[in-house]
């Protein structure tokens, strides 16, 4: 198929009988975009895109426009029909789906968009794709064509799936390697969102291996963003909940609002009207005083007489010395209040000999950590974070020092640093809890503490 396709079907003809072509909207060089309508009232207007057969994987492209059918989501342009026909001997597929007032590629070739711009627009794009992603699918094909505007909301194209034969930048190193990953949806972003924000591609040179060159004139955080997503590793690249915190990093907890001062008037005022209350009735106000203050002596006096009170000045008794056994133990004292050591000191990963823990009450010996690993945060991301917050993980331990599954206990402000804590306490060894002298599973709490400079740990046994 020759780089002619687009406009090669003229305005006025009609595809597969039902969809009349009523104005061109645009295309790549392997799609054509129309205007069309539909005549069972769903909608006023509508959009086909036509695709030649043979620039596609037939049966995964139309099985997952089939699937896309049945989806729904806010950010997701409904997909009213897909399929193939045969159009002046060209075979073709098509998809029909809503109509957008714009699209990113139509915007492209007259200006990039702000910073701000973009941030408005990947927000609904990233709710999207995790809704797919969460449903084990992915789009596969993220281009400018593919982010559209209707009613000044961003919608993701339903077309998702479209697999075609030819490379370019958009697709991963890996493409072709089998099925789509979310992975390739990340690759294809980072494009996406380098294209958006310069109207140029990055230079990439496929043969050689390498990495993309990020553009340095682009501001953070989406230089940060697009360098992690265009790793040639699927498995280094930043992932949607990254790429979130990255655009939007958690805030410290805000301190409890301190009182509002007073006024200097207000407090002037206060301070003369107790004054004056007080020098009120001078006269009456010592009388009762002194009359209280007799009443009390006196009843003391009585008190002392009827109960033989002591009230000669006793002696000071003389400081005792301590016994041999409290000198003996004062070491052992001062070492169990001696100060413990930094969250830091914990926060290193570290395989130790620890010591044999006592044996409790019930023949209960409480197991101890023997390797502890921290999550894996990148610099950028570390340094976006505001102040200090904390994840919870709670990891069930096999009787043989395992971790045997790891859940969150409580997620923090972050799903992302949620699930790197959730990542690294499943790398976690244990020396086993023993009962009756035998190895016993148990389950512990870790509780990870993320801020710019380090993040630490520590942990808990809950049982046995």
């Excluded at 799609?31 to 994987?57: C, H, M, N």
């Excluded at 999207?128 to 064509?145: D, I, N």
Aim: net charge negative; charged share 20%.
């Amino acid at each position: 198929m020759s780089a002619t396709f687009p406009g090669v079907i003229s305005v006025e003809c009609v595809i597969d009988g039902k969809f009349p072509l009523l104005q061109e909207l645009g295309g790549t060089e392997w799609s054509s975009a129309y205007l069309t309508k539909l005549e069972d009232g769903r909608a006023q207007k509508a959009a086909i895109k036509i695709f030649p057969f043979e620039s596609v994987d037939l049966r995964i492209t139309t099985a997952r426009w089939e699937l896309a059918e049945t989806l729904s989501h806010p950010h997701l342009m409904p997909l009213f029909y897909s399929g193939r026909c045969e159009f002046e001997g060209k075979d073709l597929l098509y998809v029909v789906t809503g109509y957008a007032d714009e699209t990113l590629s139509q915007i492209l070739p007259e200006r990039s968009l702000s910073p701000e711009e973009a941030r408005k627009m990947l927000d609904p794009v990233l709710d999207a794709l995790s809704y797919l992603h969460e449903r084990g699918l992915t789009h596969g094909h993220l281009r400018p064509t593919n982010i559209m505007v209707i009613d000044d909301q961003v919608k993701l194209s339903p077309d998702f799936g479209w697999c075609s034969r030819i490379r370019n930048i958009y697709d991963p190193p890996e493409a072709g390697a089998g099925s789509a990953t979310p992975a390739a949806d990340i690759w294809s972003l980072g494009i996406l969102l380098v294209e958006a924000l310069t109207r140029q591609l990055p230079a990439w040179d496929r043969s050689q291996g390498g990495e993309p060159e990020i553009p340095a004139n682009l501001p953070e955080p989406f230089f940060t963003i697009c360098r992690e997503c265009l790793r040639t590793d699927p498995e280094r690249r930043c992932t949607l909940a990254g790429i979130e915190a990255l655009l939007n990093p958690p805030q410290p907890a805000e301190p409890a609002a301190e009182p509002a001062a007073l006024p200097a008037e207000a407090v002037a005022e206060a301070v003369a009207e107790t004054i004056v209350d007080r020098t009120a009735k001078p006269f009456h106000r010592f009388r009762a005083v002194i009359l209280c203050g007799a009443i009390l002596v006196l009843s003391l006096m009585v008190a002392a007489f009827k109960l033989g009170w002591n009230l000669t000045p006793a002696s000071p008794a003389p400081a005792s010395q301590p016994s041999v056994a409290e000198s003996t133990a004062a070491p052992a004292t001062r070492a169990a209040v001696a100060p413990a050591p930094s969250a830091a000191a914990t926060a290193q990963p570290a395989r130790a000999p620890t010591p044999a823990a006592e044996p409790s009450k019930g023949g209960v010996v409480k197991g101890s950590v023997m390797y502890q690993a921290l999550p894996d945060i990148p610099e950028k991301i570390a340094g976006s974070i505001q102040g200090h917050f904390k994840v919870r993980i709670r990891v069930e331990v096999d009787s043989a020092g395992n971790v045997s599954q790891a859940s969150i206990d409580s997620p923090g402000p972050s799903r992302y640093f949620a699930n790197q804590a959730r990542l690294a306490a499943q790398n976690w060894k244990f020396t086993p809890a023993k009962v009756e002298g035998r190895a016993v599973p148990s389950t512990w709490l870790l509780q990870f503490q993320f801020g710019q400079s380090q993040s630490a740990v520590t942990q808990s046994e809950e049982s046995p």
